[in-house]
């Protein structure tokens, strides 16, 4: 049974930076995609970045491009996010998902992490 | 990107009632589309993948499928349990994009 457990919650102040990781268990960790998806309090689903581990490139959405640094450490099955020069509006919860079919970007979102609200507030 | 527009935003229904939400893509994602259901204080859950299969485990009042760019989830007769926010996302290019959200209410 595959789970992914996330870091616990963060407060930053606006201009810091977060890191949040995202550890899997269950499955091969490097042939999937890993992605990250946060949602405001209030709002729908939004889709950051993911990369699938066994490639290396992350791929991140343009609204986040210059500020979210995708990485994954194979050794530990753990995905991080980071993003920095943090605002208000970057206060979220923030989820990563594995998608369900290998080696494929063509692949949707089966499991989930149970989310992280990181609060940014001066 | 390719942009996803979902509508309706909300709606409130009765159990009982046939619900149609509906996806429309910006451009072609070859059927490329998932559906999911979240609740509050929940993470998502996958309902639906390419389009039109059903994910294990969800029940068969549930149903989705697709013309052209235009996608829709319809679930027959609408539940007590049924009532969630509903997200669509294309997975047709690594740059993936979820619909804007439909919260199905009680009427």
Redesign the interface.
Known sequence: QVQLVQSGPEVKKPGESVKVSCQASGGTFKTFSF?W?RQVPGQ????LG?MIPLFGTP?V??SFQGRLTITADQSTSTFYMELTSLRSDDSAIY?C?RA?VPTT??????F????TQVTVSS | DIQMTQSPSALSASVGDRVTITCRASQNINSWLAWYQQKPGERPKLLMYDASRLSNGVPSRFSGSESGTEFTLTISSLQPDDFATYYCQQYNSYLWTFGQGTKVEIK
Request: glycine share 18%; hydrophobic share 45%.
């Open positions: 992605s998806v729908g689903l939004e889709w993911g791929n959405a343009q989820f998902a369900s970007v063509n692949t949707f979102l089966r989930w992490g149970q989310g």
